[in-house]
Structure formats: C-alpha cells, structure tokens
C-alpha cells in the first residue's frame, strides 16, 4: 500500500516537474526573441515623447544615449537618482530633459517630462502619468488639452518669483474651474525644475 | 445539432460569459472603455483560451487529478505571457493602453473554467474551437459595450485604431456627435455597469421571447370564462 502511494506521489511530482520544463522553456524562448523589439519599441516610443519636447532642428545628438544620471533633488521631487537626456548642436548644450515628480496632485504623484533649453527658458513640458480626475484633472495631459503648452518658452526671467501661480493664487497661470489642485502642482514642479537647473546649470552639460 | 454548431451556439449566445455565466467581469468593465480596447483584449483573451484549451486537452489525460488546477494555471500563464510579450513588442502604444489587462488574463475565471469543464474532457479540436468560441463570445460583449460607451461618454467610435494597428488607420476614427463635450458618466467605472446591465437585460429579453411568444393579437384579451 504505501509503495503505491510513493508511486503516485512520484508520478505527480515528475508530471509536475516536466510541465513546468517544458513551459519555461517556451517561455525563455519568447522572452528572448521578443527582447530586442520590445526594447526598440520602448526607445522609440521614449524618443517620440522626447521629440514633442525637443524638436529635431534643435539638436543633433542621440538624445537616447547622451544620458547622464543625477541625484535625487528635492527640486525635482525625486526620491532616487533619475536620467536626464541632454541635446547638443554642434557640440554646444542645446536643452536638457529632466523628469520631475509632483507629490501634490489630486492623487498621486504626477510625473511630469521636462525639456530647458541652455538659456534656461522652457522648450516643452508633458505629463508622463498621472491618476488625475478624468474629465476634470485631465487636461494637464497633452492628449486631453493644451493646457500643458502655456509653459512654452517660460522661464525664471520672463514670469517673476511671485507670478509662477496659478491666477488663483494670484499668478499668471491659467487654469479650468473646477480643478485647481492639479495645475497649481505642475506649476509648482515646473518652477522648482527650473530653479534646479539654474543652480547645477554647469553640472548637467558637464 | 453537429458538436461544432453547438459550440460555438454555447460560446456566443447561450453560455456567453459576458452577459450569462459572468465571468471575467474586472477585465469587462475596466477596459471597454473604446470599441478598440474592448475589441483588443476579447481577442488577446481568445488567443489564449483557445491555445489553452487546445494545450490541456491532449495532455489531459496524463495530468493526474491532484495536480489538474496547478498544471492548468501553469500553462495558462504561460500562454498569457507569450502574448503579452508579444504585443509589448509589436503594439507598443495597445500595451500602453491595456496595460496590467493582459498580465491579469491569467486570473480571468472564464480561461481556467473552460479548461476545467470543458478541455479536461473533451479531444483538441472541440477543446480549442470551445476555448475561441467562448473567447469570441466575450469580445463581442467587450465590443458593443466598449460601443455604447464610446459613443455615449466620448462621441466617437473607433477611437484608438491607430495605436492598436499603425498611424495609418487614424482615418477610420469615427465622430458620431460633432463637438462634443463627453458624458463622463459613461467612462468611468459605473458607466459600465450600467451598459453592461443594458446588455444582460436585452439578452434576457430576447431569450424570454423566444422560449415563450408574444401572443398572438387580440390573444390577450380572451375572455375568461
């Protein structure tokens, strides 16, 4: 009796054992052959965002290798070390692309995508993810309005320390009733952006 | 009836797990939120149920009972990933937009249960016509649902065609209501509860006409003696 149920229990074990063989290896197959497209298609995918921010005419360098990783900043709300990509034209700094995260959204963090030219003004800012409401909070995100294109070509020096607001609160940013929470946090982040890039200017072409 | 006929009977109206066995509901409701995400994930959901199906079957009876439910969830992730790698690397932008959908096929309650009820005891070819079928069924719910609410909550149809088959498709992108300002109610997550209580209660209906006609005219005002 017991050597039937050790036969059995063995019979299980190994039927077991050679599904799991045979899956994994299917699986490893896949993963290996679909690796390679699915890198590209996130570098191509990364390097469109990019391209709405950074137009083409401006640099010519790989914005996709030209990377450099910086420390986590309270400026750019990051807790760990994030990459920015840097533009170069004819070897001189064109614009950097810094990703910034902004804690104070309707929910949850709102990261945002930023690209500064070398002369400290704005190139372009896009919304990367967020979880605001949809149909009110949503318009910060390209695809749902152009809300996000006021930050073109701002910068420190043209809007002053105390107009870098939504109109709310007194500043000179625009924004649609009903939602308020969410612009005045990508305004936020967009001005402490581009203080960070005002103090580690020398840094980030380095 | 031939076997065949009456699968695929089963899959689409009697036993549609959309709108009869309800099951795989999250999926259901989170993503028909456009025809082509409806439509995308019904059939990545197909895939796998016929592959699955078609995968357990031949081997069914060397699965002893003890491990059936392991080895089925086994190969159904499997399944499941393939896709997803898939898609990840030919539909970059789909991926985006269906997300963590595809990696949660893997605990869709319908795939497992036509495994378990139906690929377990069945030959390959019944199995997989039975798993696609089913998963047909599914899409076509997913598709008129992802409809109504696309149309109702956004104005348009077919939005989204162009991540899912290349820029070139934008074109099809249908506007149903010019210049509108979307009625929320139908994106969000009650929207499809609502459209998909409209869907059961019409296919109740229309199962309830069929097994019992409306009487004939002037039928209903016999006297009662």
């Known amino acids: ?206 | 009836m031939s076997d065949f006929k009456e699968i695929s009977y089963n899959g689409l109206w009697k036993q549609n797990p959309g709108v009869v066995q309800l099951l795989g509901l999250c999926p259901t409701l989170a993503v028909t939120t456009s025809v082509v995400n409806g439509v995308s994930l019904g059939l990545a959901t197909a895939l796998v149920m016929a592959a699955s199906n078609g995968a357990v079957s031949p081997v069914r009876k060397f699965v002893p009972d003890e491990i059936r439910v392991p080895v089925f969830i086994l190969v159904i992730a499997a399944l499941v990933t393939v896709i997803d790698l898939t898609i990840h690397g030919f539909a970059e932008p789909l991926h985006k937009v269906l997300g963590i959908f595809i990696p949660l096929i893997v605990v869709n309650c319908i795939v497992l249960a036509r495994v378990e009820s139906f690929a377990a005891k069945n030959p390959p070819a019944p199995a997989m016509w039975d798993g696609f079928m089913m998963g047909l069924g599914l899409t076509i719910v997913l598709a008129i649902l992802g409809g109504m609410r696309e149309v109702i909550g956004k104005g348009t149809l077919f939005s989204g065609l162009d991540l899912a088959l290349g820029p070139q498709f934008k074109q099809f992108v249908v506007t149903i209501i010019p210049d509108y300002h979307g009625f929320l109610l139908a994106i969000l997550p009650p929207g499809a509860f609502l459209g998909l209580a409209c869907l059961i209660a019409f296919r109740n209906w229309a199962e309830q006409r069929k097994s019992n006609p409306a009487p004939q005219a002037g039928g209903a005002l016999k006297p009662a003696h």
């Open chain 1, 1 to 206: 009796m017991s050597e039937r149920i050790f036969q059995h229990t063995r019979k299980t074990a190994l039927t077991l054992i050679a599904f799991a063989f045979v899956f994994t290896t299917l699986l490893a197959y896949v993963f290996q052959i679909t690796k390679a497209p699915i890198a590209k298609a996130e570098a191509e995918a990364r390097l469109a965002l990019f391209r709405q921010i950074v137009p083409e005419s401006m640099h010519d360098n790989d914005l996709l290798k030209d990377s450099i990783t910086i420390a986590p900043n309270d400026l750019l709300g990051n807790k760990q070390a994030s990459i920015a990509n840097r533009a170069y034209l004819n070897d001189r700094p064109a614009a950097v692309i810094l990703e910034v995260i902004a804690h104070d959204g309707y929910s949850g963090d709102i990261k945002l995508l930023i690209a500064i030219r070398a002369d400290g003004t704005i190139s372009g800012v896009r919304v990367l993810t967020h979880k605001e409401t949809p149909g009110l909070g949503d318009y910060i995100d390209i695809a749902k309005g152009n809300w996000i294109k006021l930050f073109d070509n701002e910068s420190l020096t043209k809007t002053s320390e105390q107009n870098w607001k939504v109109k709310k609160d007194g500043g000179l940013f625009d924004y649609m009733a009903g939602a308020t929470i969410t612009p005045r946090a990508v305004v936020k982040a967009v001005h402490q952006a581009l203080q960070y890039f005002e103090a580690n200017k020398q840094a980030l072409f380095a």
